[in-house]
């Protein structure tokens, strides 16, 4: 359904301009801005899911 399809989705968009995008920055600044670059936007994005979902209580006992 949806889900499998969002999935593959952004799985081969990461796939595709992970590599140019990480090859321009190291070509431009060095291979540390890339680390730096993924590891904040890993972080937002934690953020991001973190505020989204944070009323999202599963009851103890219960799996999800």
Not at 10 to 39: E, K, N
Not at 46 to 64: F, M, T
Request: aromatic letters at 14%; glycine letters at 16%.
């Amino acid at each position: 359904g949806r889900a499998f399809g969002l999935t593959t989705t952004a799985q081969q968009f990461g796939s595709m301009f992970g590599p140019l995008v990480a090859g321009t920055v190291t070509s431009l600044w060095g291979i540390q801005y890339v680390f730096l670059g993924t590891g904040l936007f890993l972080l937002f994005a934690g953020k991001w899911i973190h505020r989204r979902h944070k009323d999202d209580v599963v009851p103890s006992g219960h799996l999800a």
